[in-house]
Protein backbone atom coordinates (compact mmCIF):
# COMPACT_ATOMS: atom_id res chain seq x y z
CA UNK A 1 0.00 0.00 0.00
CA UNK A 2 2.66 2.49 0.95
CA UNK A 3 4.17 2.27 -2.25
CA UNK A 4 1.28 2.90 -4.49
CA UNK A 5 0.00 6.49 -2.43
CA UNK A 6 1.96 8.81 -4.13
CA UNK A 7 1.14 7.55 -7.63
CA UNK A 8 -2.18 7.29 -6.63
CA UNK A 9 -2.44 10.91 -5.29
CA UNK A 10 -1.29 11.75 -8.41
CA UNK A 11 -3.36 10.25 -10.30
CA UNK A 12 -6.52 11.72 -8.10
CA UNK A 13 -4.87 15.04 -8.05
CA UNK A 14 -4.97 15.28 -11.73
CA UNK A 15 -9.03 14.38 -11.64
CA UNK A 16 -9.51 16.73 -8.93
CA UNK A 17 -8.22 19.46 -10.85
CA UNK A 18 -9.76 19.47 -13.96
CA UNK A 19 -13.18 18.82 -11.89
CA UNK A 20 -13.82 22.03 -9.72
CA UNK A 21 -17.23 22.55 -8.04
CA UNK A 22 -19.53 23.86 -9.97
CA UNK A 23 -21.58 26.87 -8.66
CA UNK A 24 -25.92 26.37 -9.42
CA UNK A 25 -26.55 27.80 -12.45
CA UNK A 26 -29.62 30.70 -13.10
CA UNK A 27 -32.71 28.40 -13.93
CA UNK A 28 -36.12 30.31 -14.12
CA UNK A 29 -36.83 31.70 -10.60
CA UNK A 30 -33.38 30.66 -9.04
CA UNK A 31 -31.50 32.42 -7.76
CA UNK A 32 -34.17 35.06 -6.31
CA UNK A 33 -34.11 37.73 -4.38
CA UNK A 34 -34.94 37.42 -0.52
CA UNK A 35 -38.29 39.90 -0.75
CA UNK A 36 -39.53 37.98 -3.73
CA UNK A 37 -39.48 35.05 -1.87
CA UNK A 38 -40.37 37.20 1.13
CA UNK A 39 -43.94 37.96 -0.50
CA UNK A 40 -44.90 34.16 -2.00
CA UNK A 41 -44.31 33.48 2.42
CA UNK A 42 -46.45 35.97 3.46
CA UNK A 43 -49.36 35.32 0.99
CA UNK A 44 -48.70 31.91 1.68
CA UNK A 45 -48.29 31.48 -2.24
CA UNK A 46 -47.47 27.77 -2.17
CA UNK A 47 -48.28 27.43 -6.23
CA UNK A 48 -45.20 30.20 -6.49
CA UNK A 49 -43.05 28.37 -4.49
CA UNK A 50 -43.82 25.08 -5.17
CA UNK A 51 -42.89 26.53 -9.17
CA UNK A 52 -39.45 27.72 -7.49
CA UNK A 53 -38.44 24.60 -5.75
CA UNK A 54 -38.51 23.20 -9.00
CA UNK A 55 -36.55 25.78 -9.93
CA UNK A 56 -33.95 25.06 -7.36
CA UNK A 57 -34.19 21.06 -8.47
CA UNK A 58 -33.64 21.92 -12.18
CA UNK A 59 -30.34 24.04 -11.28
CA UNK A 60 -28.77 21.84 -9.42
CA UNK A 61 -29.85 18.47 -11.55
CA UNK A 62 -27.91 20.43 -14.63
CA UNK A 63 -25.84 18.34 -16.51
CA UNK A 64 -21.67 19.45 -16.49
CA UNK A 65 -20.39 18.44 -20.37
CA UNK A 66 -16.74 19.51 -18.91
CA UNK A 67 -17.37 16.35 -16.01
CA UNK A 68 -19.15 13.61 -17.77
CA UNK A 69 -22.43 15.08 -17.72
CA UNK A 70 -22.76 14.04 -14.03
CA UNK A 71 -25.00 16.57 -12.25
CA UNK A 72 -23.64 19.86 -10.72
CA UNK A 73 -24.37 18.75 -7.10
CA UNK A 74 -21.98 15.60 -7.58
CA UNK A 75 -19.58 18.33 -7.93
CA UNK A 76 -19.83 19.82 -4.89
CA UNK A 77 -18.06 19.51 -1.61
CA UNK A 78 -19.21 16.54 0.74
CA UNK A 79 -19.98 16.26 4.24
CA UNK A 80 -17.01 13.70 4.47
CA UNK A 81 -14.89 15.92 3.13
CA UNK A 82 -15.54 18.95 5.23
CA UNK A 83 -16.18 17.41 8.02
CA UNK A 84 -14.34 14.16 8.54
CA UNK A 85 -11.16 14.65 6.50
CA UNK A 86 -11.05 18.28 6.97
CA UNK A 87 -11.97 18.94 10.48
CA UNK A 88 -9.74 15.70 11.14
CA UNK A 89 -12.75 14.08 13.04
CA UNK A 90 -11.53 10.16 14.19
CA UNK A 91 -11.75 7.63 10.47
CA UNK A 92 -14.52 5.47 12.49
CA UNK A 93 -14.82 3.20 9.39
CA UNK A 94 -11.97 0.56 9.18
CA UNK A 95 -12.53 -0.04 5.55
CA UNK A 96 -11.19 3.60 4.72
CA UNK A 97 -8.36 3.59 2.87
CA UNK A 98 -5.01 3.72 4.99
CA UNK A 99 -3.61 6.05 1.67
CA UNK A 100 -6.58 9.08 3.01
CA UNK A 101 -4.24 11.20 3.12
CA UNK A 102 -2.11 10.81 0.31
CA UNK A 103 -5.56 11.01 -1.18
CA UNK A 104 -6.10 14.52 -0.41
CA UNK A 105 -5.57 17.07 -3.32
CA UNK A 106 -5.96 20.58 -3.28
CA UNK A 107 -7.46 22.74 -6.30
CA UNK A 108 -5.59 25.77 -6.56
CA UNK A 109 -8.35 28.34 -7.40
CA UNK A 110 -10.44 26.96 -4.37
CA UNK A 111 -10.95 26.58 -0.78
CA UNK A 112 -8.24 23.99 0.45
CA UNK A 113 -11.09 21.81 1.05
CA UNK A 114 -9.49 18.23 0.72
CA UNK A 115 -10.97 16.35 -2.25
CA UNK A 116 -11.50 12.34 -2.15
CA UNK A 117 -12.94 11.56 -5.77
CA UNK A 118 -13.97 7.98 -4.96
CA UNK A 119 -16.55 8.66 -1.57
CA UNK A 120 -18.10 11.56 -3.98
CA UNK A 121 -20.47 9.93 -6.14
CA UNK A 122 -22.37 8.35 -3.25
CA UNK A 123 -22.07 11.03 -0.65
CA UNK A 124 -24.16 11.91 1.68
CA UNK A 125 -24.04 15.90 2.48
CA UNK A 126 -22.98 18.23 -0.77
CA UNK A 127 -22.22 21.74 -0.27
CA UNK A 128 -22.03 24.48 -3.17
CA UNK A 129 -18.76 26.02 -3.43
CA UNK A 130 -19.96 29.25 -1.36
CA UNK A 131 -21.17 27.48 1.46
CA UNK A 132 -18.13 25.16 1.54
CA UNK A 133 -15.82 28.04 1.03
CA UNK A 134 -17.07 30.40 3.92
CA UNK A 135 -17.25 27.17 6.29
CA UNK A 136 -13.71 26.38 5.34
CA UNK A 137 -12.54 29.86 5.53
CA UNK A 138 -14.12 30.59 8.92
CA UNK A 139 -13.15 27.47 10.12
CA UNK A 140 -17.08 26.32 11.40
CA UNK A 141 -15.83 22.94 10.86
CA UNK A 142 -13.87 23.33 13.89
CA UNK A 143 -14.94 22.80 16.89
CA UNK A 144 -12.39 24.66 18.89
CA UNK A 145 -13.77 27.46 16.69
CA UNK A 146 -17.54 27.00 17.84
CA UNK A 147 -16.48 26.50 21.50
CA UNK A 148 -14.75 30.03 21.48
CA UNK A 149 -17.61 31.62 18.99
CA UNK A 150 -19.85 30.47 22.10
CA UNK A 151 -17.42 31.53 24.97
CA UNK A 152 -17.52 35.01 23.70
CA UNK A 153 -21.39 35.34 23.61
CA UNK A 154 -21.01 33.80 27.13
CA UNK A 155 -18.83 36.83 27.95
CA UNK A 156 -19.87 39.60 26.07
CA UNK A 157 -23.85 38.58 28.20
CA UNK A 158 -24.92 38.83 24.15
CA UNK A 159 -28.55 38.73 24.15
CA UNK A 160 -30.47 35.26 23.00
CA UNK A 161 -31.61 36.89 20.12
CA UNK A 162 -28.06 37.47 18.47
CA UNK A 163 -26.12 34.52 19.65
CA UNK A 164 -25.78 33.31 16.52
CA UNK A 165 -22.98 32.33 13.72
CA UNK A 166 -23.81 32.81 9.90
CA UNK A 167 -22.20 30.62 6.98
CA UNK A 168 -21.99 33.40 4.62
CA UNK A 169 -20.81 36.89 4.42
CA UNK A 170 -24.06 38.49 3.74
CA UNK A 171 -27.70 38.07 5.27
CA UNK A 172 -28.01 35.49 2.40
CA UNK A 173 -26.56 34.35 0.07
CA UNK A 174 -28.39 32.95 -3.09
CA UNK A 175 -25.46 30.75 -4.35
CA UNK A 176 -25.62 28.65 -0.92
CA UNK A 177 -26.94 25.79 -1.11
CA UNK A 178 -26.80 22.24 1.16
CA UNK A 179 -28.45 18.99 0.51
CA UNK A 180 -28.92 15.47 1.46
CA UNK A 181 -28.87 12.84 -0.75
CA UNK A 182 -30.11 9.28 -0.04
CA UNK A 183 -29.24 6.61 -2.25
CA UNK A 184 -31.02 2.76 -1.94
CA UNK A 185 -27.69 0.03 -2.78
CA UNK A 186 -29.57 -2.90 -4.80
CA UNK A 187 -27.81 -5.90 -6.32
CA UNK A 188 -26.50 -5.19 -9.62
CA UNK A 189 -27.06 -8.65 -11.11
CA UNK A 190 -30.26 -9.60 -10.74
CA UNK A 191 -33.83 -7.93 -10.06
CA UNK A 192 -34.68 -5.80 -7.26
CA UNK A 193 -37.93 -5.25 -5.45
CA UNK A 194 -37.66 -1.69 -4.20
CA UNK A 195 -40.42 -0.31 -2.26
CA UNK A 196 -41.90 3.15 -3.15
CA UNK A 197 -43.76 5.86 -0.59
CA UNK A 198 -47.44 5.60 -1.27
CA UNK A 199 -48.59 7.76 1.60
CA UNK A 200 -49.46 6.70 5.24
CA UNK A 201 -52.45 4.41 5.43
CA UNK A 202 -52.80 0.83 5.71
CA UNK A 203 -52.75 -0.15 2.87
CA UNK A 204 -49.29 1.45 2.28
CA UNK A 205 -47.86 0.59 5.24
CA UNK A 206 -47.27 -1.85 8.15
CA UNK A 207 -46.33 1.41 10.34
CA UNK A 208 -48.91 4.59 10.49
CA UNK A 209 -46.30 6.29 12.98
CA UNK A 210 -43.25 5.61 11.38
CA UNK A 211 -43.47 4.33 8.18
CA UNK A 212 -39.85 4.12 7.15
CA UNK A 213 -39.01 2.35 3.57
CA UNK A 214 -38.65 -1.05 5.26
CA UNK A 215 -42.95 -1.07 6.53
CA UNK A 216 -43.64 -0.10 2.53
CA UNK A 217 -46.35 -2.59 1.25
CA UNK A 218 -45.55 -0.98 -2.43
CA UNK A 219 -43.01 -2.18 -4.78
CA UNK A 220 -41.47 -1.59 -7.92
CA UNK A 221 -39.03 -4.05 -9.94
CA UNK A 222 -35.82 -2.89 -11.04
CA UNK A 223 -33.77 -4.86 -13.26
CA UNK A 224 -29.87 -3.70 -13.90
CA UNK A 225 -29.51 -6.24 -16.30
CA UNK A 226 -32.31 -5.13 -18.50
CA UNK A 227 -33.71 -8.47 -19.20
CA UNK A 228 -36.96 -7.50 -17.42
CA UNK A 229 -39.52 -5.50 -19.98
CA UNK A 230 -40.56 -2.49 -18.56
CA UNK A 231 -43.92 -2.28 -18.27
CA UNK A 232 -44.35 -6.05 -17.61
CA UNK A 233 -45.27 -7.01 -13.74
CA UNK A 234 -42.88 -9.47 -11.77
CA UNK A 235 -43.36 -11.53 -8.46
CA UNK A 236 -40.97 -11.27 -5.99
CA UNK A 237 -41.19 -11.09 -2.29
CA UNK A 238 -40.84 -7.03 -0.91
CA UNK A 239 -40.45 -6.08 2.48
CA UNK A 240 -42.89 -8.41 4.73
CA UNK A 241 -45.42 -8.86 1.58
CA UNK A 242 -45.78 -12.16 0.05
CA UNK A 243 -44.38 -12.53 -3.58
CA UNK A 244 -46.75 -10.75 -6.01
CA UNK A 245 -46.75 -8.75 -9.15
CA UNK A 246 -45.02 -5.50 -9.30
CA UNK A 247 -44.71 -3.47 -11.77
CA UNK A 248 -40.80 -3.61 -13.63
CA UNK A 249 -39.81 0.22 -14.17
CA UNK A 250 -36.29 0.96 -16.24
CA UNK A 251 -33.17 1.96 -14.32
CA UNK A 252 -32.88 4.92 -16.39
CA UNK A 253 -36.17 6.09 -14.50
CA UNK A 254 -33.92 6.90 -11.28
CA UNK A 255 -30.50 8.24 -11.21
CA UNK A 256 -27.96 5.65 -11.01
CA UNK A 257 -24.71 4.68 -10.15
CA UNK A 258 -22.91 1.16 -10.78
CA UNK A 259 -20.46 1.27 -8.03
CA UNK A 260 -16.55 0.55 -8.96
CA UNK A 261 -14.13 -0.93 -6.35
CA UNK A 262 -12.83 2.34 -5.56
CA UNK A 263 -16.37 3.90 -4.58
CA UNK A 264 -17.01 1.20 -2.81
CA UNK A 265 -13.97 1.30 -0.47
CA UNK A 266 -13.78 5.19 -0.29
CA UNK A 267 -18.23 4.84 0.84
CA UNK A 268 -17.23 7.52 3.97
CA UNK A 269 -18.79 6.56 7.92
CA UNK A 270 -20.79 9.77 7.15
CA UNK A 271 -22.89 8.09 4.71
CA UNK A 272 -22.69 4.91 6.09
CA UNK A 273 -23.87 5.98 9.70
CA UNK A 274 -26.44 8.36 8.33
CA UNK A 275 -29.10 6.37 9.46
CA UNK A 276 -30.82 7.20 6.27
CA UNK A 277 -29.23 5.33 3.20
CA UNK A 278 -30.82 2.11 2.46
CA UNK A 279 -29.22 -1.31 2.15
CA UNK A 280 -30.08 -4.74 2.23
CA UNK A 281 -33.90 -5.52 3.46
CA UNK A 282 -34.40 -2.13 2.95
CA UNK A 283 -32.80 -1.80 6.45
CA UNK A 284 -30.55 1.57 6.90
CA UNK A 285 -28.44 0.53 9.91
CA UNK A 286 -24.18 0.23 8.70
CA UNK A 287 -24.46 -3.30 8.56
CA UNK A 288 -27.55 -3.48 5.74
CA UNK A 289 -25.29 -0.73 4.24
CA UNK A 290 -21.88 -3.00 3.86
CA UNK A 291 -23.92 -5.86 2.77
CA UNK A 292 -24.91 -4.24 0.00
CA UNK A 293 -22.28 -1.06 -0.87
CA UNK A 294 -20.05 -3.54 -3.41
CA UNK A 295 -18.43 -2.99 -6.58
CA UNK A 296 -20.81 -4.31 -9.33
CA UNK A 297 -23.95 -3.14 -7.25
CA UNK A 298 -26.23 0.14 -8.20
CA UNK A 299 -26.75 2.84 -5.87
CA UNK A 300 -30.36 4.52 -6.91
CA UNK A 301 -31.08 7.87 -5.87
CA UNK A 302 -33.95 8.01 -3.60
CA UNK A 303 -34.66 11.16 -2.07
CA UNK A 304 -32.78 14.17 -1.71
CA UNK A 305 -33.13 16.88 1.00
CA UNK A 306 -32.58 21.12 -0.67
CA UNK A 307 -31.91 24.15 1.15
CA UNK A 308 -30.95 27.64 -0.66
CA UNK A 309 -29.89 30.19 1.58
CA UNK A 310 -31.94 32.65 -0.70
CA UNK A 311 -33.65 34.23 2.39
CA UNK A 312 -32.32 34.04 6.09
CA UNK A 313 -34.47 31.13 7.34
CA UNK A 314 -33.32 29.18 4.05
CA UNK A 315 -35.99 28.11 1.54
CA UNK A 316 -36.59 24.04 2.53
CA UNK A 317 -37.54 21.51 -0.46
CA UNK A 318 -37.04 18.14 -0.44
CA UNK A 319 -37.34 15.36 -3.09
CA UNK A 320 -38.09 12.11 -3.11
CA UNK A 321 -39.00 8.64 -6.22
CA UNK A 322 -41.90 8.71 -7.05
CA UNK A 323 -44.29 5.71 -7.34
CA UNK A 324 -46.57 8.01 -9.28
CA UNK A 325 -44.49 11.28 -10.52
CA UNK A 326 -47.48 12.77 -12.15
CA UNK A 327 -49.11 12.76 -8.46
CA UNK A 328 -51.48 15.48 -7.89
CA UNK A 329 -50.24 16.91 -4.89
CA UNK A 330 -46.32 16.35 -5.42
CA UNK A 331 -45.67 15.67 -8.97
CA UNK A 332 -48.37 16.96 -11.56
CA UNK A 333 -46.70 20.86 -11.67
CA UNK A 334 -43.17 20.01 -12.42
CA UNK A 335 -42.33 21.73 -15.31
CA UNK A 336 -41.68 19.56 -18.89
CA UNK A 337 -38.61 20.38 -19.19
CA UNK A 338 -36.99 19.02 -16.18
CA UNK A 339 -36.14 15.59 -18.30
CA UNK A 340 -35.65 12.00 -16.92
CA UNK A 341 -34.81 10.83 -15.02
CA UNK A 342 -35.36 14.17 -12.57
CA UNK A 343 -38.79 14.09 -14.12
CA UNK A 344 -39.09 10.82 -11.67
CA UNK A 345 -39.36 12.73 -8.50
CA UNK A 346 -42.19 14.61 -6.51
CA UNK A 347 -41.66 17.28 -3.93
CA UNK A 348 -42.57 18.89 -1.17
CA UNK A 349 -41.79 22.80 0.78
CA UNK A 350 -41.22 24.04 3.89
CA UNK A 351 -40.67 27.80 3.52
CA UNK A 352 -42.12 28.18 6.34
CA UNK A 353 -43.42 27.26 9.81
CA UNK A 354 -46.89 28.37 10.32
CA UNK A 355 -49.73 29.50 8.10
CA UNK A 356 -50.00 32.62 8.18
CA UNK A 357 -46.02 32.38 8.34
CA UNK A 358 -46.30 35.56 10.25
CA UNK A 359 -47.77 34.38 13.26
CA UNK A 360 -46.25 32.27 15.63
CA UNK A 361 -50.00 30.67 16.78
CA UNK A 362 -50.51 29.76 12.98
CA UNK A 363 -51.59 26.17 12.05
CA UNK A 364 -48.16 24.37 11.99
CA UNK A 365 -46.85 23.56 8.45
CA UNK A 366 -46.08 20.03 8.43
CA UNK A 367 -43.44 18.85 5.14
CA UNK A 368 -41.22 15.94 5.85
CA UNK A 369 -39.41 13.79 2.93
CA UNK A 370 -40.63 9.75 3.24
CA UNK A 371 -37.19 8.46 3.26
CA UNK A 372 -35.37 11.34 6.14
CA UNK A 373 -37.78 12.09 8.52
CA UNK A 374 -40.20 8.61 8.94
CA UNK A 375 -38.00 6.83 10.96
CA UNK A 376 -38.06 9.76 13.63
CA UNK A 377 -39.36 10.13 17.23
CA UNK A 378 -39.11 12.37 20.02
CA UNK A 379 -41.28 13.95 22.74
CA UNK A 380 -41.64 17.95 23.25
CA UNK A 381 -43.27 19.42 26.52
CA UNK A 382 -46.75 19.60 26.77
CA UNK A 383 -49.34 21.45 28.79
CA UNK A 384 -48.29 21.67 32.55
CA UNK A 385 -44.73 19.70 31.47
CA UNK A 386 -46.73 16.53 30.26
CA UNK A 387 -44.60 15.35 27.62
CA UNK A 388 -45.84 15.03 24.13
CA UNK A 389 -44.79 12.30 21.92
CA UNK A 390 -44.06 13.96 17.84
CA UNK A 391 -42.65 11.01 15.26
CA UNK A 392 -41.61 12.65 11.66
CA UNK A 393 -44.53 12.45 9.82
CA UNK A 394 -45.54 15.54 11.59
CA UNK A 395 -42.48 17.61 11.11
CA UNK A 396 -41.40 20.90 9.16
CA UNK A 397 -38.16 21.27 8.10
CA UNK A 398 -37.37 24.69 8.93
CA UNK A 399 -38.74 24.41 12.68
CA UNK A 400 -35.94 21.55 13.51
CA UNK A 401 -33.53 23.18 11.33
CA UNK A 402 -34.02 26.27 13.50
CA UNK A 403 -33.10 24.22 16.13
CA UNK A 404 -29.31 23.50 14.87
CA UNK A 405 -27.28 24.77 18.15
CA UNK A 406 -23.85 24.42 19.71
CA UNK A 407 -22.63 24.38 22.99
CA UNK A 408 -19.12 22.79 23.96
CA UNK A 409 -19.76 18.87 24.70
CA UNK A 410 -20.83 18.12 28.63
CA UNK A 411 -18.93 14.98 27.87
CA UNK A 412 -16.79 15.13 24.83
CA UNK A 413 -15.98 11.90 22.85
CA UNK A 414 -14.64 10.97 19.40
CA UNK A 415 -17.22 12.64 17.60
CA UNK A 416 -19.37 14.45 20.02
CA UNK A 417 -17.64 17.60 20.32
CA UNK A 418 -20.46 19.69 20.99
CA UNK A 419 -24.29 19.74 22.77
CA UNK A 420 -27.40 20.89 21.00
CA UNK A 421 -30.61 21.60 22.27
CA UNK A 422 -33.69 19.13 21.23
CA UNK A 423 -35.06 18.81 18.18
CA UNK A 424 -38.72 20.65 18.08
CA UNK A 425 -40.42 19.02 15.14
CA UNK A 426 -42.78 21.62 14.15
CA UNK A 427 -44.55 24.82 14.89
CA UNK A 428 -43.10 28.13 14.91
CA UNK A 429 -39.63 28.25 16.73
CA UNK A 430 -38.60 31.52 17.94
CA UNK A 431 -34.77 32.41 17.65
CA UNK A 432 -34.65 34.68 20.94
CA UNK A 433 -36.59 31.98 22.86
CA UNK A 434 -34.19 31.71 25.92
CA UNK A 435 -35.21 28.39 27.09
CA UNK A 436 -34.59 26.63 24.14
CA UNK A 437 -31.38 28.59 23.27
CA UNK A 438 -29.64 30.20 26.34
CA UNK A 439 -26.02 28.87 26.75
CA UNK A 440 -26.13 27.97 22.91
CA UNK A 441 -24.84 29.25 19.65
CA UNK A 442 -27.23 28.57 16.97
CA UNK A 443 -25.61 27.65 13.85
CA UNK A 444 -27.15 29.36 10.86
CA UNK A 445 -29.94 26.22 10.29
CA UNK A 446 -27.09 23.43 9.61
CA UNK A 447 -27.79 20.61 11.65
CA UNK A 448 -24.26 19.55 9.96
CA UNK A 449 -22.20 21.83 12.22
CA UNK A 450 -22.88 19.78 14.84
CA UNK A 451 -20.60 17.32 13.42
CA UNK A 452 -17.78 19.88 14.12
CA UNK A 453 -14.21 18.54 14.70
CA UNK A 454 -11.09 19.35 16.48
CA UNK A 455 -8.69 20.18 13.30
CA UNK A 456 -5.83 18.14 12.77
C1 LIG B 1 -36.40 16.57 13.47
C2 LIG B 1 -35.32 17.31 12.92
C3 LIG B 1 -35.17 17.46 11.41
C4 LIG B 1 -36.16 17.64 10.48
C5 LIG B 1 -37.65 17.67 10.68
C6 LIG B 1 -35.47 17.84 9.22
N1 LIG B 1 -34.13 17.77 9.40
FE1 LIG B 1 -32.73 18.10 7.96
N2 LIG B 1 -31.28 17.51 9.26
C7 LIG B 1 -31.47 17.22 10.59
C8 LIG B 1 -30.21 16.81 11.16
C9 LIG B 1 -29.98 16.41 12.60
C10 LIG B 1 -29.26 16.86 10.12
C11 LIG B 1 -27.78 16.54 10.18
C12 LIG B 1 -27.56 15.19 9.57
C13 LIG B 1 -26.10 14.90 9.47
O1 LIG B 1 -25.38 15.69 8.91
O2 LIG B 1 -25.73 13.87 9.97
C14 LIG B 1 -29.97 17.34 8.95
C15 LIG B 1 -29.38 17.58 7.73
C16 LIG B 1 -30.00 18.20 6.67
C17 LIG B 1 -29.34 18.73 5.52
C18 LIG B 1 -27.85 18.78 5.33
C19 LIG B 1 -27.36 20.14 5.77
C20 LIG B 1 -27.33 20.49 7.21
O3 LIG B 1 -26.28 20.85 7.63
O4 LIG B 1 -28.30 20.49 7.95
C21 LIG B 1 -30.29 19.26 4.71
C22 LIG B 1 -30.08 19.96 3.38
C23 LIG B 1 -31.55 19.03 5.34
N3 LIG B 1 -31.36 18.38 6.54
C24 LIG B 1 -32.77 19.40 4.82
C25 LIG B 1 -33.98 19.12 5.41
C26 LIG B 1 -35.27 19.30 4.75
C27 LIG B 1 -35.47 19.85 3.36
C28 LIG B 1 -36.20 18.89 5.65
C29 LIG B 1 -37.69 18.85 5.48
C30 LIG B 1 -38.24 18.10 4.40
C31 LIG B 1 -35.50 18.48 6.86
N4 LIG B 1 -34.17 18.62 6.67
C32 LIG B 1 -36.13 18.06 8.02
C33 LIG B 1 -32.64 17.32 11.28
C34 LIG B 1 -33.89 17.52 10.71
Not at 42 to 56: K, L, N, P, S
Not at 152 to 177: H, K, M, N, W, Y
Not at 260 to 279: H, I, K, P
Request: net charge positive; charged share 15%.
Amino acid sequence: MKALAPLLGAAVATAALAQPAVPPPAVGSYPAQAAEVQRWIDRGDVARIRAHAWDVWASINRPVKAQGGQPVWQTWYSGHELFEVGAGAQQARRTVLPFETARQVHHPHQPNIPRTPAEQPTAFNRFSPSVAAYIWDKGLNDSAVLDRINAQFDRRGTPVRQRELQTSARATDARSIVTKAVFQFIDGQQPTAVPVWTGISPPATVNLDNPSADTWRRCVVVDPTGRLKPGSTVSLPCNAEPAKPWPVVRLKDFYAIRLTAAQAAAFSSFAEASGDDVGAKNKTDAASLQAMVKAGNVALLMAMHVTTKEIANWTWQTFWWGANPQDPLYGADRPRRIGAPWSHYNMTTAYFMTLPASDPAGEPWIAFNPYLETNLTGTVPGPGGTPIAWTGVHSNCMSCHRMAAWKAAAKPGPGQYGDSPAYQPSGFIDPADAALFGGYTKLDFLWSLTRAAPRR
